[in-house]
């Protein structure tokens, strides 16, 4: 057998020798095989009957080869993304076949109207920076591999009960105007929202009372959670219940809900520590009340500022590195705090 595959090889190579002697040109590739982003444009082509505007067949291409489609610096019209385009490259099986590994990756496009992908399983990571969404992202019982929207603009996002198996960024720059929602979530890595701004209603004022800005109640999050370094919200950052692998990170945030919760994470479970520190503004309560706490509690440089007297009687539960706190006093004025271990007159 291998000496008829030797014989095969030299005729097979003595034609390709007689073949360019006689002038015949090789077969191009792109003949042969029809290039994987061609394919998922024309699918869109067919589906949306021609309808395609330039800055979504360069999302379909860069999908298609695991690259970026970069729309900054193209004018308006160059850089509109309709949401039914995206939804569909989503969820439409044949569509999200031709996507890599890699995902959907969008910079710079402004997206129009609503991205409803309610109960969607995406296949694959998204990720859109310095994007603008004119809509509300719909994500509630949806599961993606990731989510990130790093230096983007949205108008509120509901990821009410989705999954996702790696990380969710909403950070450097990331800015929403509405309510952004993971109550009951499951996040297999970190949510990370350094540098974020979530705004909701009218933010710092007693109109604002109980406002929520950021909602993860009973979400589960198997990293860490990071609202450090510029996040800021106006309105109620809500963490009640959720548990949290990691570390709950608030060094240089800024909460401000004047009137009422400022941080609430009350009943949450955090495997590590909680830093509110170096820089921490909180303007509103902070409330830790029955949180279990696995590594130790830092707040001795935070600021905590609340314009209503209240008491609560709560209790933090003791794991390591900390004492229990039996008694939390909220106060008008601002007041810094002792050293972490002076839990016994610990004064907000």
Known sequence: ??????????????????????????????????????????????????????????????AAIGKEANCQGEPLENRLVRADRLAWLCTDGKAAALVTQRGIRLSGATIEEAVDLEWATI??????????????????????IALGLAGTEIQGLNGDGMSVRKNVTLQNGFRAHGEVRFAGAKIDGDLDCDGGQFTNGKGDTPAAFDAPALDAKSAKIQGSVSLRK???????????????????????????NSGGLALTAYSARVGRSVSLNEGFIARGMVELGLAEIGKGLDCKSGQFINRRKSRVQRRVNERTGFRSLERWIYCRRRSELPACHSWDRFIL
């Open 123 to 144: 296949a694959f990571p998204m990720e859109a920076s310095k994007c603008v969404f004119r809509g509300p992202i719909i994500l509630r019982n949806s599961s993606v």
């Open 230 to 256: 510029g996040f800021k919200a106006l309105g109620r950052v809500d963490l009640s219940a959720a548990t949290i692998g990691g570390d709950l990170a608030c060094d240089g945030g800024q909460f401000l």
């Open 1 to 62: 057998m291998p000496y008829n595959f030797r014989i095969l090889r030299l005729l097979l190579a003595a034609a390709l020798a007689i073949a360019a002697q006689s002038g015949v040109a090789a077969i191009p590739e792109e003949t042969t095989n029809f290039p994987v982003e061609n394919e998922l444009v024309k699918l869109a082509e067919e589906h949306f009957r021609g309808d395609i505007l330039p800055a979504e067949k360069s999302l379909f291409r860069a």
